[in-house]
Every structure is written in structure tokens, then in C-alpha cells.
């Protein structure tokens, strides 16, 4: 059974930086690509970037250039996300979603003082 | 960027009842490669979403058969043949073939 784990819900405080986690099982890591997806509350969802594990390489949503950093490590088949200098506009709910076949389970981050 | 306008934002249905979401695209979803991908999920409440149909009309593995996609090009739409309370939730249509990619903004089933 294909899973994503979610790290847990982050309160964070505006300029700061978050980095949450999304461990694989089920699946071989490096098969498939890892989205990453951004809901923000009473919104919609867009697309953050994308990070293929067996050749490194990411792309991004431009407007997320600058915002957002992709990482996995093959070793512990788990994906990250690091979101820099944070504002309350990134207040959202966060997914990694394994060729949007699979979801985790989401991280909500809040930023405030 | 690619826009995708569904339509209707809500619909209410009774059990049983067939309903279709329309999903358009501001610019044709065909790939270089002959594939169209353009992707159905459902978002119940509460929970993530989850992908009904993937390439316009295949069923990913384990959805009910009452769900079918259809379209091509600009224009798709998703059917529910009898919907059940299961099915309540947000469709979101979204494109896999042009970056970035992009989501339409939701149809919100809700029972009538």
C-alpha cells in the first residue's frame, strides 16, 4: 500500500523558515516524481514545484521561485519542502503528492507572532 | 499560465442522480507526446484530495465505475452516473500538461 506521512502542523513566526517532510512507503522512491501543492484557506490549489528523486532534478512554479526549496533523500525515500521567509500570504495547508496518484495527509502551516 | 474555468461552482444533487462538471482550458491540453493530461480529484471534507481519473478518461485503480471523464482538447467534462453520499465533496479538474501546472477553482457537490 502506497503511503505519504506528513511531518506535523507548524506554527511559525513571520521571516522565519519551515522545512517539512514527506516519507514515502509502498512504492520504489525514485520511480515516480514528487509534487508539492499549496491550499490556502477557503482556496483552491496550485502547484508549487516537483522534485524527481532519481536524477535530483526539480522544477518549480515560478511564483514559487525564491519561496520554496525541494529536496528528498533516497536513503530514508523521504521528500522536503523548506519554505523561506515566511509571510502570513503562506499560511496554507501544504501536500506532497507522489504523481498525484497519492496525497499526504497535508502539514498546515500558520504564520504569526 | 493555463486557466481552467469549471462550471457550475455548486451543484446540488439527490441520491441517485446523474450530474457532469465542465472543465475548460484557455489553451489545448494535447501534448507533444499525444497524451492529454488532464486529471479529475476530489477533495472530501476535511480530507486531501484524491485522483478519480487521470489522461481524461481512465478510472484510477480502486474509483467506482459511476465516475467517467470524457473531452479533448479545450473541453472536458466529468460524469457521476448515481451519485451516492460518498461522492459529496470538491471536483477539482487540473493540467498536467503545460507548467505551471494549474488547478480550475472547484465545483462543491453538495446534496440536495
Known amino acids: 500500500e502506497v503511503k505519504l506521512q506528513q511531518s506535523g502542523d507548524e506554527l511559525v513566526r513571520p521571516g522565519a523558515s519551515v522545512k517539512m517532510s514527506c516519507k514515502a512507503s509502498?512504492?520504489?522512491?525514485?520511480?515516480?516524481?514528487m509534487h508539492w501543492v499549496k491550499q490556502s484557506p477557503g482556496q483552491g490549489l496550485e502547484w508549487i514545484g516537483t522534485?524527481?528523486?532519481?536524477?535530483?532534478?526539480?522544477s518549480y512554479n515560478q511564483k514559487f521561485k525564491g519561496k520554496a526549496t525541494l529536496t528528498a533523500d533516497k536513503s530514508s525515500n523521504t521528500a522536503y519542502m523548506e519554505l523561506s521567509r515566511l509571510t502570513s500570504e503562506d499560511s496554507a495547508v501544504y501536500y506532497c503528492?507522489?504523481?498525484?496518484?497519492?496525497w499526504g495527509q497535508g502539514v498546515m502551516v500558520t504564520v504569526s507572532s | 499560465d493555463v486557466v481552467l474555468t469549471q462550471t457550475p461552482p455548486t451543484l446540488s444533487a439527490t441520491i441517485g442522480q446523474s450530474v457532469s462538471i465542465s472543465c475548460r482550458s484557455s489553451?489545448?491540453?494535447?501534448?507533444?507526446?499525444?497524451?492529454?493530461?488532464l486529471n479529475w480529484l476530489l477533495q472530501r471534507p476535511g480530507q486531501s484530495p484524491q485522483l478519480l481519473i487521470y489522461?481524461?478518461?481512465n478510472l484510477e485503480s480502486g474509483v467506482p465505475n459511476r465516475f467517467s471523464g470524457s473531452g479533448s482538447e479545450t473541453d472536458f467534462t466529468l460524469k457521476i452516473s448515481g451519485v451516492e453520499a460518498e461522492d459529496l465533496g470538491v471536483y477539482y479538474c487540473?493540467?498536467?500538461?503545460?507548467?505551471?501546472?494549474?488547478f480550475g477553482a472547484g465545483t462543491k457537490l453538495e446534496l440536495k
Open positions: 487540473m493540467q498536467a500538461t503545460h507548467a505551471p501546472y494549474t
Open positions: 489553451q489545448s491540453l494535447l501534448d507533444s507526446d499525444g497524451d492529454t493530461y
Open positions: 503528492a507522489w504523481s498525484f496518484d497519492y
Open positions: 489522461s481524461v478518461s
Open positions: 522534485i524527481i528523486p532519481l536524477i535530483d532534478t526539480t
Open positions: 509502498g512504492y520504489t522512491f525514485t520511480d515516480y516524481a
